[in-house]
């Protein structure tokens, strides 16, 4: 009984960790822009998982075809490898569509708040988690 | 493991009290009193020998404190920011920080100058800040012996061993964490905090302390999964008067561990803050 | 006649220094096996205790494979034991890499900006470890940077999901040996200042055994086929701190007017921020 309130209680913080909310250390609203929405298509150079933020760095090819590299920030990393998350799940010629909100400061920075991989499967997304966290080395399980 | 621990404690518990008696009847009273009668009302907790509860484990604040209501928003809002100081201790009480008319305006300074909290900048946390994390985010591994209480936080890679010796304060001392000496009031474990250098925030909305911060922290083992923890912060160059604050741990399942925090070595945020929070970037309309 | 009565009385003098010898060696290699040093144990019984402050007296910290005297400081033989000419079997490669972290190691050593040490340099740092133990439970604090490492026993796999500064580490006892198997450790790691460095893919096996009261032997296998031709060891021995009262004490770094970190010390009066809110004091009425 005990172990499934800690249980619950690790997936209610996934699930708003999950949102890509830059918690503690740093303020979201110092950083980027609510009113500035954007979505990039990029495909992956790195991805790497330090702290206090995770940093995925992106090629994004324009309409006109000119590529822009992009870096993302991700949530806390700690938080995301206990949802199973690994420095290998996202690697370097991978294709993603990232959903989040632009940099305060006019750079090619945004955080994120949904990555969208090539398949289809959506990362870092609230309320579309289904289970509860996987033990490490295990991807979560997701709508 | 919890059978194991029950069936020890009660051996433990036997022996600590016929020493205890024995030691009574013979010389002088211990300077620290032997938990003799509460340790007989909770004689299912956990205890090293020696009898004080052993609150050694990896554990996680569940809720409330005064940064549990802290979360920064996609729509910008900042809970925090409404009125003045918090209203809500957490989970279980608390009362709100009033300050000092000066330090109510340094306090609405720093809020704009969110840049320049230490720990965004990686800096240790301070007391009690370091546990008051947002609920559920970092856990605390305990680990306790006969001498020490260690406090090993993920958050930070902070680090605080609480020698149990009754050691005194230093003097010509300042430290970000203070400096703790711990002992025990029957089954709680009392921790005053002081020496502190004065450069710690609260939070990331401008309430802070100065040099003059003092803690007294309580440990209370309340079951074997929880450990109720209760803080009275006074600082009379920033405080009109003390600020309670309690929260619970609540003891992580054993398949999970303590992760590495290693903020000063990947922290790259900070460079994209703007003027209006006291960064060094304009802000892009 | 004294010739004669002088030869046998040499030969069996002869004969009984052989013996003695023999014996006496036969003693030193018994007693040897016999007094392989035990250390004291936790409240449990069996575990070695290894509880306590302790610190290299070597200065390996500045170049584990031996360095003049330079600075003030004194010098040091290889701490490197095998392979046996004391230095590391780089690739050739990586020998380059080296050579170059070298040449720009006044700016380039990542403990330079405050950043954890890592393992093995965390343990020969000229600064003060804490082992913390009790039956169940291992961890080293390090005083340099407030870093630690939580020792988890080796019943469960590697928690490598990621590059650490500090590292996984899984833990066994082996008699009154303590072998730790350590992996994910980031590659901007170094061993020293001297710019020798390993690859994320670096597996090290540490050996930490007490040979005394107050000495703590400790030995690292490297192994990265990255960058090494074949896996080497070194090995130095730590000294328990015995002065009365000796703690580990905060090491934080402070920014200079230029952003750069600096070690302070909580005894350094620079530490102390006196707070003054006189600005905001409103001016007195008349």
Redesign the interface.
């Known amino acids: 009984m ?2 499934n ?3 619950l ?2 997936v ?2 996934s699930m ?2 999950a ?1 890509g ?11 980027f822009d ?1 009113d500035k929405p954007i979505t990039l298509k990029g495909i992956v150079v790195k991805w ?1 998982m ?4 995770g ?1 995925i760095t992106i090629d994004v090819t324009g309409a006109e075809g000119k590529t822009a590299q992009w870096m993302i ?1 991700t949530s ?1 990393p ?2 995301l ?2 949802l199973g998350w690994t420095k290998r799940s996202l690697k370097p010629g991978d294709q993603i569509t990232v959903e989040g ?1 632009k ?5 090619n ?1 945004a955080n994120a ?1 949904r990555v969208i991989l090539a398949d289809g499967r959506k990362v870092f997304a609230g309320s579309s988690l289904t289970t509860a966290p996987a ?1 490490p080395g295990t991807a979560p399980q997701e709508k | 493991m919890k059978f194991v621990h029950a069936y020890h404690s009660r051996v433990l518990l036997i022996a600590a009290l016929a020493s205890s008696l024995i030691a009574n009847s013979s010389g002088p009273l211990s300077a620290q009193a032997p938990p003799a009668r509460s340790s007989v009302q909770n004689a299912s907790l956990p205890r ?2 020696g009898g004080h509860p052993d609150l ?1 484990g990896l554990w ?1 604040k ?1 809720a409330g404190g005064f ?1 549990g209501l802290f ?8 809970f925090a920011a409404a009125g003045r100081g918090r209203g809500n201790g957490g989970g279980g009480g608390g009362t709100a920080y009033e300050y ?4 109510e ?2 306090r609405l300074d720093r809020l704009r100058r ?2 320049e909290d230490p ?6 946390p301070g007391v009690p800040r370091a546990l008051d ?6 856990p605390v ?1 305990i ?3 006969e001498k ?1 209480v ?1 406090l ?1 936080h ?2 930070m ?3 605080r ?1 609480v ?1 149990t010796d009754n ?1 005194p304060h ?1 003097r ?6 203070g400096d703790s000496r711990g002992r025990w009031e029957a089954d709680t474990l009392v921790v005053d905090v002081s ?1 502190f ?3 710690t925030w609260l939070d ?1 909305a401008g309430n802070f302390v ?3 911060e003092h803690v007294v922290e309580r440990f209370t083992l309340v079951d074997l ?1 929880t450990i109720l923890y209760e803080a009275t912060v006074t600082d009379p ?2 405080f009109v008067k003390p600020i309670q604050m309690r929260f619970t741990l ?4 054993a ?16 460079q ?3 003027e ?2 006291g ?1 060094k ?4 309309k | 006649m004294r010739t004669g009565a002088a030869r046998p009385a040499f030969f069996s003098a002869a004969v009984a220094c052989i013996l003695a010898v023999v014996a006496l060696a036969a003693a030193a290699q018994t007693s040897k096996n016999a007094t392989a040093f035990s250390p004291a144990r936790l ?1 449990d019984g069996k575990t070695p205790d290894f ?1 306590g402050l302790w610190q290299v007296r070597d200065t390996a910290y500045v170049n584990i494979e031996g360095h003049p005297a330079e600075k003030g400081i004194a010098a040091s033989r290889s701490i490197i034991v095998d392979p046996s000419n004391g230095k590391i079997p780089y690739k050739p490669d990586a020998l380059a890499k080296r050579q170059e972290n070298y040449r720009t190691r006044a700016a380039s050593d ?1 403990s330079l ?4 040490a890592g393992v093995p340099r965390a343990t020969y740092l000229p600064a003060p470890l ?1 082992i ?3 039956p169940g ?1 291992l ?1 080293i ?1 390090y005083q340099e940077n ?3 490492r ?1 020792f ?1 026993p080796d019943t ?1 796999p590697h ?1 490598d999901s990621a590059d ?3 590292g996984d580490t899984r833990y066994r006892w082996e008699g009154d040996t303590l072998i730790s198997d350590v992996v994910a450790l ?1 590659d ?1 790691l170094w061993f020293d200042q001297a710019g020798n460095f390993h690859s994320a893919d670096v597996h090290i096996v540490e050996r930490y055994r007490m040979t005394g009261a107050d000495t703590l032997e400790y030995e690292a296998r490297i192994e990265d086929a990255v960058v090494y031709s074949r896996p080497w060891t070194l090995r130095t021995v730590l000294y328990r701190i015995k002065e009365p ?1 000796a ?4 090491d ?1 770094c402070l ?1 200079d007017a230029n952003g750069v ?1 600096h070690h302070i010390s ?2 350094d ?1 620079r ?5 003054d ?2 600005r ?3 001016p007195a009425q008349k």
Request: proline residues 5%; aromatic residues 10%; contains cysteine.
């Open positions: 005990k172990r309130v800690c249980t209680l690790l209610l913080v708003v960790l949102d909310y830059a918690i503690a250390h740093h303020s979201f609203a110092a950083e609510a790497e330090v702290n206090p933020h940093w920030e806390n700690n938080g490898m206990r909100y940099a305060k400061d006019g750079s920075t708040a033990t | 090293l020998p050694q996680l569940s940064q979360i920064g928003s996609l729509d910008g809002t900042n000092t008319p000066e330090a305006a340094e969110g840049y720990e965004a900048r990686c800096h240790l994390q947002p609920a559920g985010l970092y591994q680990i306790q012996d020490y260690a090993l993920e958050a890679h902070d680090v061993i020698p050691s230093p010509s001392y300042w430290a970000w964490d020496n250098n004065g450069r990331m100065d040099e003059n999964d160059t920033v609540k003891r992580v399942p398949e999970q561990q303590i992760l590495e925090y290693s903020c000063l070595e990947g922290e790259r945020s900070l994209h803050y703007t209006e929070d960064g970037k304009r802000r892009v | 409240q509880r990542p900006k405050c950043y954890q804490q913390l133990q009790s439970n961890a604090v407030h870093a630690f939580v988890q469960r928690f650490f500064w500090m980031t901007e009262g703690r580990i004490i905060e934080e920014e970190r909580p005894d009066p530490n102390l921020l006196k707070s809110y006189s905001w004091k409103k």
